[in-house]
């Protein structure tokens, strides 16, 4: 089970960090991903990290200015946003995929456990 948090309102410029915790084990080879959906619009990737090991891969807009990071004592995934802009507003959903390949990262269709989704509003 995922459980996001961390949404809210920003301005444009601004930082957020969305976290999400996970119940149970996750095993090494596991993909922890974070998408976004924006109104009107379709699920997207944003940024994914295999559980251990390997680099991480962002959407290109995001690249320099969100992070992604895993606390394995908390079992939690993080996305650090700054410099947020309003094309960043979105209900963002953390994803982990079984045995997952980094060039499946993006995928949506690959991921089998799903958050509930947190809220990110960038105000201009």
């Known amino acids: 089970q995922l459980q996001a948090y961390g949404g809210g309102v920003v301005q444009a410029g601004g930082f957020l960090r969305v976290s999400c915790v996970v119940s149970g084990r996750i095993l090494n080879n596991y993909g922890m991903t974070w998408f976004r959906q924006a109104p009107g619009k379709e699920r997207e990737f944003v940024s994914g990290t295999r559980w251990r090991g390997g680099s991480p891969a962002y959407k290109e807009s995001v690249k320099g200015r969100f992070t992604i990071s895993r606390d394995y004592a908390q079992n939690t995934v993080a996305l650090e946003m700054n410099d947020l802009k309003p094309e960043d507003t979105a209900v963002y959903y953390c994803?982990?995929?079984?045995?997952?390949?980094?060039?499946?990262?993006?995928?949506?269709?690959?991921?089998?456990?799903w958050g509930q989704g947190t809220q990110v509003t960038v105000s201009s």
């Open positions: 994803a982990a995929a079984p045995s997952i390949i980094y060039s499946d990262l993006p995928r949506a269709s690959r991921y089998v456990y």
